[in-house]
């Protein structure tokens, strides 16, 4: 289905200002579509009667709604926000008011709704957000961007700029969970994810150690010698990190990121050994792991081999050259089938074969919208 970027502009000078605008933020998220960016918040006067300061922001989101079905739940959003509509053409106070902006590039004409809105190009309290997040946007009638209009705006005294955070709700849901895992197969970007979670959502970070590792080199030389030592020794190394970092954490950030789960070494060890071998590993697996940390949500990112295998030969570690597409598929595989067995775990998979978050900020935020779609 396809998604029209839509620009709303959003006002409340009634009550909690703040959180009005965020609720409303909020339900657009849920009912109408992914907000994408959200401007800075400014404070400006009523204007054309007389009430409090208003607070104004603009936001972009991704919808499938047409022009009309986003007219009439964005009616709806106000109603739900306390906005009393009264017949008459008079300015209210209003604890919150949305006006559509613009809907891609369309010209709408009609009684109930014109787009772009004819009187945005006037209006400061409008420009000046819109200008944060669409600076370039071209307005289809005046043919000038946003820009340009508002370097020709005059009377800019009396908005003042606020310090007032507005939350990104695909953040704010991410947020909600306090101990985040990020994991899947070799090379297909577990650690880059993580950092970037952890820098957004102020968690604490937890990178797996696998450089230390004095079997890693060896293993993939001679696999069946030094499985057992290996995955012995990764065993070894994550519980003691999982378990050191109770003693180093961050109390003032939020929860925690981890670039790994504990069954992690599971998982491998089932590919790597030998069924005896694996036994023995899994009895010392569930003994070592009983009071480490739970994860609240698991995101298992889902990649082509090819790609893995691309990612990893790029990355230029001198073990990894000789890791095989049969290798990875294994990996994937036992992944798979381990995880659709864990209905206790809260886990969704995202396919990211035709993104590039990690070069690419939209691409990025599109992994987080689907990771907000499967959750909800």
């Known amino acids: 289905m396809n998604k029209f970027r839509v620009l709303l502009s959003i006002g409340s000078n009634l009550g909690d200002k703040k959180k009005y605008i965020q609720s409303a933020i909020s ?60 017949s008459d053409k008079t300015y209210e106070s209003r604890t919150i008011d949305i006006d559509i902006l613009f809907y891609e590039n369309q010209v709408i004409e009609l009684p109930e709704l014109q787009i772009p809105h004819p009187r945005l190009h006037q209006r400061a309290f409008v420009l000046l957000p819109l200008f944060d997040i669409a600076k370039s946007k ?18 800019l005294d009396s908005i003042q700029e606020l310090e007032v955070g507005l939350k990104m ?41 696998f450089k230390e590792n004095p079997f890693l080199d060896k ?38 990121v981890f670039d790994y789960d504990i069954f992690k070494s ?36 889902l990649q082509k081999t090819e790609k893995l295998l691309s990612n990893i030969n790029s990355r230029g570690r001198d073990y990894e050259k000789d ?3 049969d290798y990875l598929d294994k990996i994937n595989n036992a992944y798979i089938n381990y995880l659709k067995n864990r209905a206790d775990l ?22 987080l919208f689907r990771i907000k779609r499967k959750l909800r």
């Open 27 to 86: 339900l657009i998220d849920k009912k109408i579509g992914d907000v994408v960016s959200i401007s800075k918040t400014y404070q400006t006067p009523a204007l054309g009667f007389v009430g409090e300061d208003f607070y104004n922001c603009c936001i972009a989101v991704n919808t499938d709604l047409s022009p009309l079905d986003l007219l009439k739940n964005l009616i709806k959003i106000e109603k739900d926000g306390g906005r009393l509509r009264t």
């Open 138 to 155: 071209v307005h289809p009638i005046l043919k000038t961007t946003i820009l340009d209009l508002k370097n020709n705006l005059t009377d």
């Open 169 to 209: 709700p695909v953040m704010d849901l991410m947020n909600s969970f306090d101990n985040l895992v990020v994991e899947g197969n070799i090379g297909v970007g577990k650690t880059t994810l993580s950092k970037k979670l952890s820098t957004d959502l102020n968690k604490n970070l937890i990178l797996e150690e």
């Open 219 to 256: 293993f993939y030389k001679d696999p069946k010698r030094y499985a057992l030592n290996l995955e012995l020794t990764f065993l070894i190394d994550r519980c003691r990190q999982l378990n050191d970092f109770k003693n180093q954490m961050d109390l003032f950030k939020p929860g925690v």
């Open 266 to 301: 599971l998982i491998f060890a089932g590919v790597t050994l030998s069924e005896v071998d694996f036994k023995l590993f899994r009895d010392i697996y569930y003994f070592m792991t009983k009071d480490l940390y739970k994860s609240n949500l698991v995101i298992y990112l």
């Open 323 to 325: 890791i095989s597409k």
């Open 346 to 367: 809260n886990i969704v998979f995202i396919d990211i074969s035709d993104l590039d978050f990690v070069e690419n900020h939209a691409d990025y935020l599109e992994l």
